[in-house]
RNA sequence: GCCGACAUAGCUCAGCUGGUAGAGCAACUGAUUCGUAAUCAGUAGGUCCCCGGUUCAAAUCCGGGUGUCGGCUCCA
């Protein structure tokens, strides 16, 4: 065995070193002081090893510096180690859990009775940063299972003690520690060479956890954290969660009078005057543009007898999220459970299936495309409502589609079109996420036949669109398949809006048919879809994406007139009323405030234009918008601004 | 539902260890008639979330409830 190995760098050429070299001094001496200084952790062979390692074979090395998000990552799980540390000295008696890197930071959960307030977490911030400074390595060393059990049993730590049995029975037969300080925790890894490595450290909040996630289990104390490598970066993400704050529609929502909540209805909203006008404007907008594609509006009943969901399924699986209503004709002596025989519908599926079988449906007329604005109810948890994008009561633009199944790829097609036309219209980015089978057979209805045919209808409808998808292996629905649509706003935020998902299940359970050209029956295959997904959900990524400035057409108020002085209220009370008999939406400023403060009203209300009327304009008839965000635009007759608006202001779709 | 925090005027918030509730903005009234982000003065506005308890006395302390907010596996 040669005592020299291979070490093959990224841009392709290769170099020796001696066998049991550690990876740091190899990076050191044989690349450069520079990138050993930068140097976070490496991949050998693509798999992340810590720098500490050593080079025991021929292997592809990259090292990852603290330049890349990877290296963040590894960071914020150092820093879960370091904070845990000081829990455990400053709380004793405390049991460590699990402590992950997440998207913007890391969490760790912790067993103790006695829950952290807001000074711990003060303390533990200060400790860990205090542990960050003093620079201790991280120290990795293997042991067999039954070591790591006797070490975390001796330390009293069973949730440990549990895992460790987890990872055995995964097959694992050893178990990596890592240490610093005096301080022990087992995980993958890698970490970074040292704590003074991680940077800066913050802790943002306390929550509960349930172990493992599971309602059933102990209650544990979770702490969130966040770390960077220098604090520059640390103050520019607070900065960006002071900018989300300020976008938040639960904030923006009541200011500009668009909704607002009240505690006798929790969980659902009362639209007010200007939120009205924005909900109804994008329901609008909707039925223009899929009557123009093939669909039928339809309206349907709120509340339906029971038998209708035991019909559907929803009975056994969906009960506990309905609204039960009871029937007052019902026998008094029964029990109130069986009395509450009446529900709020939670979705428009069932009754677009009965308005289906209303007729005896010809191969001619499919697709059948209904679509419907109704009311839906779900009894959400209490703990889970938030603003618009948690609700009880709200309002899909829901469809669903009848078709054959040689149908599905070109009605898909159809659909993702409605998709694009829509998202782009609100320069949104979008990405789909395909979702196949549970893996559990139990978890899904239908034959694997069927689950193929189902695949690969929608994986051929995927790749006819030449959009970029990604796979989501098992996270399909329990009757078929479904295409997510993953929206990104301005903030670069991800929000799982609409899905389009193929139903074999739901034609059976309804038995749906139509009659083919063979003149037998066949069954049609249902597509659920919906675009918007919810209003109310819809609206609160509207309103966060746009900072609460909607775009000329979708705004409640279009233009505000300011009048200069009172001198000029005339022509101001008649720009307004011609702009609003043309249908525009504006509103007249006649206080007696200054321009100035006319002017920063119109902005804060975030109104697209502010029309200042003064001695010019009357004399030329005309106005002089103002656009929101500052723009002055010259003064034009108000025909022009008119035509400006039937530009601007028109629905895009 | 569970864990934690919070709840004072329309909004943003102050109100110390218990002693008759305050500011700014908004609203209203008056004056001002003004050219692109705040004119001045005055007036009014409160079930201190709700229900109990302790106390001579509760926004404040205690208990219960309601609502809101942060969370409740991105799995060593």
Known sequence: ??????????????????????????????????LAKAAYFAKLDGEPVDLSRTLDRDARLEVVTTKSPEALEVARHDAAHVMASVVQKLYPGTQVTIGPSIEEGFYYDFARAQPFTPEDLEAIEKATNEAIAADLPFVREEVSLEEAVALFDGLGEKYKVEIIGDIARKGAKTLTLYRHGGWVDFCLGPHGPSTGRIGVVKLMSVAGAYWRGDAKNAMLQRIYGTAFFDRKALEAHLARLEELKKRDHRKLGPALGLFAFHEVAPGSAFWLPHGTTLYNLLADAMRRLVSRNGYQEVKTPLLFHKRLWEQSGHWGVYRENMFLVLDKESDPSLPVEERLSMSLKPMNCPSHY????MARRSYRELPVRYFTVDVLHRNELS????????????AQDDSHI????????????????????????????FTLRFSTRPPNPADRVGDDALWDKAEGALRAALDRLGLPWELNPGDGAFYGPKIDFVVTD???RKWQTCTIQLDYAAPERFDLSYAGDDNREHRPVVIHRAVYGSFERFIAILTEHYAGAFPAWLAPVQARVLTVSDRFDAWGREVADRLAAQGWRV????SSDKLGAKIRNAQLAKIPFALVVGEKEVEAKAVSPRRHGGADLQSMPLDA?????????????
């Open 1 to 34: 065995m040669a005592d020299v190995v291979k070490v093959t760098l990224p841009d392709g050429s290769a170099k020796e070193a001696p066998r049991g070299t550690r990876i740091l001094d190899f990076v050191k001496g044989s690349i450069g002081a520079g």
């Open 354 to 357: 009965l308005i289906y079988k």
């Open 383 to 394: 703990g889970s409502l938030g603003g618009l994008t948690r609700v009880r009561q709200f």
């Open 402 to 429: 009848f078709v054959m199944e040689s149908q599905i790829p070109d009605e898909v097609e159809r659909i993702t079109g409605l998709m694009k036309t829509v998202y782009g219209a609100f320069g949104l980015e």
């Open 490 to 492: 301005s903030l670069g």
């Open 587 to 590: 509103e007249l400023d006649h």
């Open 641 to 653: 601004f008119a035509e400006l608006l039937r530009r601007e202001a028109t629905p895009p779709f």
